[in-house]
């Protein structure tokens, strides 16, 4: 059963904002890390923004530090990721990643063994 789902994608334009979610239903306490990854057509997935489940620590790929901000709500089980001043080398399927992995890199996907589906986020 299908246990990360994603909302929150679509089209935009350059310079505008989208909001991402993450729906987890299993328990947090079986996950330390959580992040988004994306991946464009004919490119490998990259690692976008990581968070730490205890305590809060984030992570941002250098592309979109300053523009981009992961957060969480433990209470909902929810992942977020705020996108704003979109450009159009962001377009990507973006995922949302588990992790119950307490050291090693966090934007890395091969740290990841829970994924979601995926959802669509165009810019132009």
């Known amino acids: 059963h299908v246990q990360l789902v994603e909302s929150g994608g679509g089209p935009v334009q350059p310079g505008g904002s989208l909001r991402l979610s993450c729906a987890d239903s299993r328990a947090h306490s079986e996950t330390n890390v959580m992040a988004w990854f994306r991946q464009s057509p004919g490119k490998e997935r990259e690692g976008v923004a990581a968070i730490v489940t205890l305590g809060g620590t984030t992570y941002y790929d250098d592309s979109v530090t300053g523009r981009f901000t992961i957060s969480q709500d433990n209470a909902k089980n929810t992942l977020y990721l705020q996108m704003d001043s979109l450009k159009p080398e962001d377009t990507a399927m973006y995922y949302c990643?588990?992790?119950?992995?307490?050291?090693?890199?966090?934007?890395?996907?091969?740290?990841?063994?829970?994924w979601g589906q995926g959802t669509q986020v165009t810019v132009s």
């Open positions: 990643a588990a992790s119950p992995f307490a050291s090693g890199s966090a934007l890395i996907p091969a740290m990841y063994n829970r």
